[in-house]
């Protein structure tokens, strides 16, 4: 089924909107009601949330770099140019399927959410944190970082679809 252009520009900003809103709303949250290294149990000892402010971006990479001028361009100048790219892509390219253009609005979604926080407050807020018991255990992250790995997850299943599509 083909969609207007004009429906599929407001599908993508509006995916892209609701993943921005989702974590800045709960940033907010996290900021008014948890105190730093805070912990509440959520589920058990499994989900916790405690807030951390990251300086650098996943899991604190690049936080102890001490050139600002660096730093600015590795954390705000390269995702924004690279925000605009993957945007640009999905306007441009109207033969995406509906996982990839997901996937891609969650991802851009997340890098805005992040990008806004480093912007405003020189810092990223995380507040989540998963162990299962050895099995499986995240560091502290965010919204955004579940909307740039459902994101992610997303493209994968787009190219794996895409592949046996293909083959056949």
């Known amino acids: 089924m083909k969609i207007s252009k004009t429906f599929r520009m407001l599908l ?4 892209i ?3 921005v809103g989702c974590d800045q709303v709960s940033k907010s949250v996290a900021r008014t009601h948890i105190n730093a290294k805070e912990q509440i149990s959520v589920i058990g000892e ?7 402010e990251n300086r650098g ?3 604190g990479f690049l936080s102890t770099l001490e050139n600002p001028i660096l730093k600015a361009i590795l954390l705000i100048l ?3 140019a690279v925000l605009f790219f993957i945007l640009r892509m999905i306007i441009i390219n109207t033969d995406l399927d509906k996982y990839m253009i997901f996937g891609l609005c969650c991802i851009i979604g997340g890098g805005i959410g992040n990008l806004y926080d480093r912007i405003l407050y020189s810092s990223v ?3 989540m944190h998963i162990d299962l018991g050895g099995v499986f255990k995240t560091g502290i992250f965010n919204m955004a970082d579940v909307s740039v790995m459902l994101g992610t997850g997303l493209l994968i299943i787009s190219f794996i679809r895409r592949k046996e599509f293909s083959i056949s």
Do not use: R, S
């Open 57 to 59: 971006a996943f899991l």
């Open 125 to 127: 807020t995380d507040f």
């Open 78 to 80: 390269l995702p924004i």
């Open 46 to 52: 499994y989900v916790i949330l405690t807030k951390t």
């Open 12 to 15: 993508i900003f509006g995916l």
């Open 17 to 19: 909107l609701i993943n």
